[in-house]
């Protein structure tokens, strides 16, 4: 199983930028397609980003789209979420995800493994 860990939450203030990183260890990287979700306090995991296996591919959640970024460099083992124009309500705990194939409905029991969440905080 790959084992993944979280990094790269702060607290920013709005129209700030944050990147999180994802490191992967214990099987090939290049294996997974990879996901970001968020989890805000009262509410329920929601999908962020998802990135296939090769990079080419990638989708968006419509709130995030045109300003968040999901990248992946299999050399690092490292996944990434350049994170810009940030707003109050992306406040949330950031986790990565990993999967053998590329997900179909972007929920999160589509997700084989989790790291444990960076903490991401936006100030007005």
């Known amino acids: 199983q790959v084992q993944l860990v979280e990094s790269g939450g702060d607290l920013v203030q709005a129209g700030g930028s944050l990147r999180l990183s994802c490191a992967a260890s214990?099987?090939?990287?290049?294996?997974?397609?990879m996901g970001w979700f968020r989890q805000a306090p009262g509410k329920e995991r929601e999908f962020v980003a998802a990135?296939?296996?090769?990079?080419?591919?990638?989708n968006y959640a419509d709130s995030v789209k045109g300003r968040f970024i999901i990248s992946r460099d299999s050399a690092k083992n490292t996944m990434y979420l350049q994170m810009n124009r940030l707003k109050p309500e992306d406040t949330a705990l950031y986790y990565c995800?990993?999967?053998?194939?590329?997900?179909?409905?972007?929920?999160?029991?589509?997700?084989?493994?989790w790291g444990q969440g960076t903490q991401v905080s936006v100030s007005s």
């Open positions: 995800a990993a999967r053998v194939s590329y997900p179909k409905r972007f929920d999160d029991d589509e997700y084989d493994y």
């Open positions: 214990g099987r090939t990287f290049s294996n997974y397609a």
């Open positions: 990135i296939s296996m090769s990079g080419v591919r990638s």
